[in-house]
């Protein structure tokens, strides 16, 4: 090549020692002319082609080095435009990333916010549930007093009477209401628990998306600086593993709906709760009017008995004060009849003294016996009569003690009856029992003799 002639050359342009033997460019040999032997010093020619030859090998050196400089720089051009290329690329891939991520915080932060204030709501949905389970703890308590309180009765008084079925079928219902409650109250503690690990998850892939977008932020910001390489060391960096971008953002979403299906779950068991809780009150409103007017209904019932004891112990009262003055009647009549009895039989017993052919059987002895027969009789019958008049004055003696023990049990029972009808809880109030479970739309002009007690509400699902 030309860069090897030039090396056979010394700097001032003549040829080295021995150059006659060196090879000879085929361009050269084109036109320089044949060396002549014998001389010292080359000819002028020699000397004008070496020159020129020299110059258009410069020349042609300068063109490659030009050459050169263009071709670099059109490497330089396209290694900078290439750069640039990829630079924005990244930028756009980074600023691509940076928009998923915002828009998958603000999905989280939404959901998260959906979260806790789900959970405030469930909090609050067990706090109300357990008040009613304590309310229809103590209203049990109360119906068992209530009972135990009746079952006081005097003897004669404790029938199985419509006050006694219904507080039996209250006791039933209030025990099928705590139980549905404590149902209820399980439920939402499991759901209170699902979701505080939606939230943990949803705070945990909040924190992860914050932190890749604070890097993503300084990725950008270190976009038009170019650090240095670091030094080759002998240990390679470990190997981390990313996550394809598909699996990346199903995950996160999958995360987010499986969040939202818990809400929404949570949302239904709220609204399971609501009716749960009305109906229940409902039931308990139901069967306290009825507790109340079958106690009404008892009480009016002894009332009216009372009362027709009272006007039937009057009568009895009178009719001992008649039959009293009938056997004071019938003793003095029977003392004025004695003594005439007596002076009849005297009267008869001395007549049978006269002697014996004057004991005949005469008109004043007939007379005699036919009168004292008579008062014999009438003394037998107002026996008789006496005996009668004491048989139905014990009788009524005993009626009276009867009735009067009858009027006493039923003034006792009267009084633990109203006693039983003042121990009532207060009434359940159903206006307004739904205000701050649950905005339920089937609730809204509703009216309440068209509710029954069915605690088996079925609670909505969503596909997603």
Known sequence: MEGSGSRSRSSSGRPLSGSRSARIPENDALIMLPPIDGFAHRLPQ?????????????????????????????????SIRTTMQTEAKTMR??????????????????????????MSKMQECKERLQMEKDRA??????????????SQRPPPELVHDGAFKQLDNETTLLQDILTKLDLC?????????HLNKIKWMLASDLA???????????????GLTWPEPDPPSDSLPPQTLYHVPTTW????????????????????????????????????????DTVQKALEKRCTVIQRMKQQMLSRLTQVVQEIAELTRTKHRLEESHGLKNPAMKITWERYQTRTLRPDRELVHDEVEHALKQQYELLYQNHLIMIKQLENVNKNLDDL????????????????????????YAMAPPRPKTRGVLLGWHPVVEYQGHRESNITWDTAASTKTMNY
């Open 249 to 288: 953002k199903v995950q996160t979403m999958q995360g987010v709906e499986l969040a939202l299906q818990q809400i929404q779950e949570a949302n239904d068991l709220r609204l399971k709760a609501a009716k749960v809780a009305h109906n229940a009150k409902l039931a308990e409103k139901v069967q306290y």
């Open 93 to 118: 891939a980074l600023r691509s990333n940076m928009h998923q991520i915002k828009n998958f915080k603000a999905i989280l932060e939404n959901t998260l916010d959906k979260a806790e204030f789900e």
């Open 137 to 150: 703890q103590s209203n049990l308590e109360i119906n068992m007093d209530r009972r135990q309180h009746r």
């Open 397 to 420: 003696h005993r009626c009276k003690a009867e009735l009067d023990m009858n009027v006493a049990d039923k003034n006792e029972t009267l009084e633990m009856e109203r006693q039983c």
């Open 185 to 193: 109250i399980e439920e939402t503690e499991d759901c209170l628990d």
């Open 46 to 78: 020699d000397w004008a082609l070496a020159t020129n030859h020299l110059l258009m090998k410069a020349g042609h050196i300068a063109k490659i080095g030009e050459c050169n400089r263009t071709q670099n720089r059109r490497e330089m051009t396209s």
């Open 208 to 222: 992860d998306k914050t932190s890749s977008l604070e890097l993503d932020v300084k990725c950008v910001d270190l």
